[in-house]
């Protein structure tokens, strides 16, 4: 509700997540001069590595709040990509934004478990055999049990 006066009293708050990084320490970072070591002195551990291609490394934040009854909405979102050559000096410095990514869908789905599901046939007549007969005389089973021909 922007121009209304008031009407940010009922935003949920913006919360800052993850590893921002300012243009200024960017500005710090030299490809073909700054090493691994100077990146990560520079920076700090990245947030993430390239699962495939270890010579990436992946500096994350973002902006997000609170949307009423359902899941936290992103604002902003930043990733500072740093690739590295084989020897370890940087070879490319880039910004990626929320533009650059991609919607995925989920899909939900469950693995059964052998056992776990009964058929119809299987709760009609599963019982059968598992309760005694009335007036008969069945060993008791399970813990505390008496053995058979221990006299009790």
């Known amino acids: 509700m922007p121009g209304v006066p008031g009407a940010?009293?009922?935003?949920?708050?913006?919360q800052f997540r993850g590893h921002a990084v300012t243009e200024e320490q960017v500005g710090q970072i030299t490809p073909g001069v700054s090493s691994r070591d100077d990146v990560e002195a520079l920076l700090g551990s990245p947030s993430a590595s390239g699962t495939f291609d270890p010579s990436e490394w992946y500096y994350i934040s973002g902006i997000t709040h609170q949307?009423?009854?359902?899941?936290?909405?992103?604002?902003?979102?930043?990733?500072?990509?740093?690739?590295?050559?084989p020897g370890g000096t940087v070879q490319e410095v880039r910004r990626l934004g929320m533009?650059?990514?991609?919607?995925?869908?989920?899909?939900?789905?469950?693995?059964?478990?052998?056992?776990t599901e009964r058929s119809v046939l299987q709760q009609l007549f599963g019982n059968i055999g598992r309760v005694g007969v009335?007036?008969?005389?069945?060993?008791?089973?399970?813990?505390?049990?008496?053995?058979?021909?221990?006299?009790?």
Do not use: C, K
């Not at 533009?99 to 056992?115: C, F, K, L, N, Y």
């Open 8 to 14: 940010g009293l009922f935003e949920s708050p913006r």
């Open 67 to 85: 949307r009423p009854a359902r899941n936290l909405g992103v604002i902003e979102q930043n990733v500072l990509v740093v690739r590295f050559d």
């Open 134 to 152: 009335p007036g008969s005389q069945q060993p008791q089973r399970g813990p505390g049990a008496a053995s058979p021909g221990s006299g009790q």
């Open 99 to 115: 533009e650059d990514g991609r919607e995925i869908q989920m899909v939900s789905r469950v693995t059964p478990s052998p056992g």
